[in-house]
């Protein structure tokens, strides 16, 4: 039987990877460090992953998996990544560099004949590069000089929604229906893509990141900082509202001109999936809570990320920006979250630094660059209202 270890048993890793894999033939061994969540999957024989849809529920049994806690048992997870044939992560792109060293351990250990698959399936361009990068760290010179005989690494792209879960659902999942998850190809040449049943292997990965990255979490991220503001409890509650709705249609008409023009994907298949994104995040059946979703505000500020990463871009371009500027507005005013340490973090570094410093530090912009100059007066504002 084939196996794969993942990395992070939160509800993405049993939603959504864990569906795919099992449903794909493979034996999942999930690893965290959480001692409740490993104790409580050690303890369930399976668990039921609910689809919701705007055509209702469908339901699927996990059952089998496996859990360690890689924080009491580090050999046994070396172990298992030895003889393993994927490895998967969704722990956050913070936490990547604390679970390479333990898979470097594993691919040291490695005889088997095929190279292991390894594959992040983080919200973030380049994962399972970053995640790599960290484990080739903590690799011997001798491994890496002959390290594709030992490990193939893709980039993903992951979508799909995971709301607010039901009150004393246990290892219970509720998911969106809706899915897409893609896979660069080219690193897999020579030994075969790794059979995944769902996954869409592609040549260029960089147009599915960042339509992806670029309209949903750009327009999920926004309802989001948007809703905080006006007190919605929900996503589909922001949406119903007619101003809220307008401004996220203009920031991701935004990053859809980009899209059309940097990728060569047509206007209309854009506005296509513009439109289905919306229906998406609008759908009161997921009960997706504002606060969860704009949840960690430093790093969706970032450089790279769902706001500044468009904005750069169509900055450099010379086009109009105006509602990404709104939604990093707001973003910048989500401060002080209950139960977000980033949104503490955030309000910290806006008291103890001035606009300039924070737009640098914050988003990761020189002051050179045609977008920072369109932020500063937004930082000293947010600054201002806040003192």
């Given at each position: 039987m084939t196996k794969a270890i993942h990395?992070?048993?939160g509800n993405i890793g049993r939603g959504f990877v864990a569906e795919f894999l099992s449903n794909s033939g493979y034996e999942v061994v999930f690893i965290d460090v959480v001692d409740a969540l490993i104790d409580t999957l050690q303890k369930t024989p399976s668990y039921t992953v609910t689809e919701i849809g705007p055509d209702g529920e469908s339901k699927f049994e996990i059952s089998n998996f496996r859990a360690i806690n890689s924080k009491h048992n580090e050999p046994q997870v070396v172990e298992e990544i030895a003889t393993a044939d994927v490895v998967t992560c969704a722990v956050g792109p913070n936490i990547l560099k604390f679970i390479a060293p333990v898979i470097a351990k594993g691919i040291e250990k490695r005889t088997a004949s095929k190279p292991l698959a390894v594959i992040a399936c983080e919200n973030a361009i380049g994962g399972t590069d970053t995640l790599m990068g960290f484990v080739k760290d903590k690799l011997s010179e001798e491994t890496k000089a002959d390290l594709k005989s030992k490990v193939r690494a893709g980039n993903s792209a992951i979508?799909?929604?995971?709301?607010?879960?039901?009150?004393?659902?246990?290892?219970n999942v509720k998911i969106e229906k809706f899915y897409e998850w893609c896979v660069e190809e080219k690193?897999?040449?020579?030994?075969?893509?790794p059979p995944i049943k769902g996954v869409h292997f592609v040549s260029d990965l960089e147009p599915y990141i960042e339509r992806k990255l670029f309209t949903v979490n750009t327009s999920h991220?926004?309802?989001?900082?948007?809703?905080?503001?006006?007190?919605?409890?929900?996503?589909h509650e922001a949406m119903e509202d007619k101003e809220i709705h307008d401004i996220v249609q203009e920031a991701i008409a935004e990053t859809a001109h980009l899209i059309v023009n940097k990728h060569g994907i047509t206007a209309a298949d854009q506005k296509k999936y513009c439109n289905e994104i919306i229906d998406r995040i609008s759908n009161p059946m997921l009960e997706d809570v504002v606060e969860r979703v704009g949840r960690a505000p430093l790093r969706k500020l970032g450089r790279k990320e769902?706001?500044?990463?468009?904005?750069?871009?169509?900055?450099?371009?010379?086009?109009?920006?105006?509602?990404?500027?709104?939604?990093?507005?707001?973003?910048?005013?989500f401060q002080n979250v209950e139960g977000d340490e980033e949104s503490k973090?955030?309000?910290?570094?806006?008291?103890a630094n001035d606009a300039k410093t924070v737009v640098t530090k914050v988003c990761g912009l020189e002051e050179s660059h045609p977008l920072y100059s369109k932020i500063v007066p937004i930082v000293e504002k947010v600054q201002k209202e806040k003192a």
């Amino acid at each position: 039987m084939t196996k794969a270890i993942h990395f992070g048993g939160g509800n993405i890793g049993r939603g959504f990877v864990a569906e795919f894999l099992s449903n794909s033939g493979y034996e999942v061994v999930f690893i965290d460090v959480v001692d409740a969540l490993i104790d409580t999957l050690q303890k369930t024989p399976s668990y039921t992953v609910t689809e919701i849809g705007p055509d209702g529920e469908s339901k699927f049994e996990i059952s089998n998996f496996r859990a360690i806690n890689s924080k009491h048992n580090e050999p046994q997870v070396v172990e298992e990544i030895a003889t393993a044939d994927v490895v998967t992560c969704a722990v956050g792109p913070n936490i990547l560099k604390f679970i390479a060293p333990v898979i470097a351990k594993g691919i040291e250990k490695r005889t088997a004949s095929k190279p292991l698959a390894v594959i992040a399936c983080e919200n973030a361009i380049g994962g399972t590069d970053t995640l790599m990068g960290f484990v080739k760290d903590k690799l011997s010179e001798e491994t890496k000089a002959d390290l594709k005989s030992k490990v193939r690494a893709g980039n993903s792209a992951i979508d799909r929604i995971v709301p607010k879960q039901d009150e004393g659902a246990g290892m219970n999942v509720k998911i969106e229906k809706f899915y897409e998850w893609c896979v660069e190809e080219k690193p897999f040449e020579g030994v075969g893509t790794p059979p995944i049943k769902g996954v869409h292997f592609v040549s260029d990965l960089e147009p599915y990141i960042e339509r992806k990255l670029f309209t949903v979490n750009t327009s999920h991220a926004t309802a989001a900082y948007f809703g905080h503001a006006r007190g919605k409890t929900y996503i589909h509650e922001a949406m119903e509202d007619k101003e809220i709705h307008d401004i996220v249609q203009e920031a991701i008409a935004e990053t859809a001109h980009l899209i059309v023009n940097k990728h060569g994907i047509t206007a209309a298949d854009q506005k296509k999936y513009c439109n289905e994104i919306i229906d998406r995040i609008s759908n009161p059946m997921l009960e997706d809570v504002v606060e969860r979703v704009g949840r960690a505000p430093l790093r969706k500020l970032g450089r790279k990320e769902r706001f500044v990463g468009p904005a750069s871009q169509l900055a450099e371009r010379g086009e109009k920006v105006d509602g990404l500027l709104a939604g990093i507005e707001q973003a910048f005013r989500f401060q002080n979250v209950e139960g977000d340490e980033e949104s503490k973090e955030l309000a910290q570094i806006l008291s103890a630094n001035d606009a300039k410093t924070v737009v640098t530090k914050v988003c990761g912009l020189e002051e050179s660059h045609p977008l920072y100059s369109k932020i500063v007066p937004i930082v000293e504002k947010v600054q201002k209202e806040k003192a």
